[in-house]
């Protein structure tokens, strides 16, 4: 149990996938404009990432290295998270058409989004078995969900705001995501 809660904390919050690892950057500088898009899409990097860590870790312990082939591994688990998020447009398409809409171009980038693929191949180097794998998978997706809401919330906050001209738009996002990688730093006393 400990080392699952270790997993979950050192995944979510201390080594956070967007704002220590710096993987994921072009969905959380794109998509958190607004509260409500960014929920939609840390809800399907959740989903796509969990689901692609339980598929990878099947694949990868039950196919590829019985066949002795690991050296697929990345080819493979790419295809993986390609098929996954076909799937998660094709139904945000039919059931919500308004996140879908609002998702616009981003979510496609799910598919080319490194955090994905990154949290399979850690899973991979770090030996998890299919249980921690998904662990694992959750929690980042988790602590990227978290990173992209918080930017979210705090770029409607300071929209209207006085800002000078210089930093308007990108930069002042760019500084904020950079307090923002400095406050969750604070989480690695944790573990």
Do not use: H, W
Not at 41 to 59: C, E, K, P, W
Not at 137 to 143: K, M, P
Not at 144 to 162: P, S, V
């Amino acid at each position: 149990m400990k080392e699952i809660i270790l997993i979950i904390v050192g995944s979510a919050l201390v080594n956070n996938v967007v704002l220590s690892q710096f993987l994921g950057i072009c969905p959380f500088l794109g998509v958190s404009k607004r509260v409500e898009t960014a929920s939609g899409m840390g809800g399907a990097v959740i989903f796509v990432i969990t689901l692609a860590s339980v598929l990878a870790s099947v694949v990868y312990n039950y196919i590829l290295v019985p066949l002795k082939v690991e050296y697929l591994q990345t080819i493979v688990f790419i295809l993986l998270i390609a098929a996954l998020v076909q799937f998660v447009e094709m139904f945000l398409k039919k059931s919500v058409q308004g996140l879908y809409r609002a998702l616009g171009v981003y979510l496609p980038l799910i598919t080319t989004n490194c955090a994905v693929l990154g949290v399979a191949i850690i899973n991979v180097q770090k030996d998890y078995n299919i249980l921690n794998s998904t662990i694992n998978g959750f929690s980042v997706a988790l602590g990227f969900a978290i990173a992209i809401i918080i930017m979210a919330g705090i770029r409607e906050k300071t929209e209207y705001n006085n800002i000078p001209e210089s930093f308007k738009g990108m930069p002042i996002t760019l500084l904020t995501a950079s307090l923002m990688a400095i406050a969750f730093f604070g989480f690695s006393g944790l573990i």
